[in-house]
């Protein structure tokens, strides 16, 4: 992780809120790499941040790499077992 | 597309159902490469089943590469915009 580097976490928020995150992340005018992680359903917000962004905001803007994964998360309130949970992150790059 | 490569299109069944699919697309034993194909919504199950598929099954099955993308589709009955949705593509080799 370098100094110009950002992580946005995607969560149940409207697309463009972090649409505008990312915005002003580059707003500083020198090259920046950005970093959107999201877990479970929120993966599919954060694909739409990232099309979003790219296609009608910052047309410079690179999708440089596209990770996925999983992280086991604690048992919800009145369960038992653990739940395994997909994660994704896409790193962008200007 | 070679021959050795299949497309399995993820939609709103469960994951295992999609996790069966790639089970049985690689039970012949020859390498092969999938490519799981996803739109919206279906994106999050697409990450679930190339995760179960590698982590519980499959455990030499690697993720090659992951793309994601716009497609325009035609608009609701009774709406006259069409909309923007993202796509996913995740493709396997084993």
Same mark, same amino acid.
């Given at each position: 992780?370098?100094?110009?580097?950002?992580?946005?976490?995607?969560?149940? #928020?409207?697309?463009? *809120?972090? /649409?505008?995150? $990312?915005?002003?992340?580059? *707003?500083?005018? &020198?090259?920046?790499? $950005? @970093?959107? #992680?999201?877990?479970?359903?929120?993966? &599919? @917000?954060? =694909?739409? =941040?990232?099309?979003?962004?790219?296609?009608?905001? /910052?047309?410079?803007? #690179? =999708? &440089? #790499?596209?990770? $996925?994964? @999983? /992280?086991?998360?604690?048992?919800?309130?009145?369960?038992?077992?653990?739940?395994? /949970? *997909? @994660?994704?992150?896409?790193?962008?790059?200007?």
């Amino acid at each position: 992780m370098t100094e110009n580097a950002d992580v946005i976490f995607i969560g149940n #928020k409207p697309p463009m *809120s972090y /649409v505008l995150a $990312i915005i002003t992340a580059l *707003s500083s005018g &020198t090259p920046k790499e $950005i @970093t959107l #992680k999201a877990r479970g359903q929120a993966i &599919t @917000t954060a =694909v739409d =941040v990232a099309e979003i962004a790219r296609n009608r905001f /910052v047309k410079d803007l #690179k =999708v &440089t #790499k596209i990770a $996925i994964g @999983t /992280v086991e998360m604690p048992p919800r309130e009145g369960e038992t077992k653990s739940r395994m /949970v *997909s @994660t994704m992150e896409i790193t962008m790059k200007k």
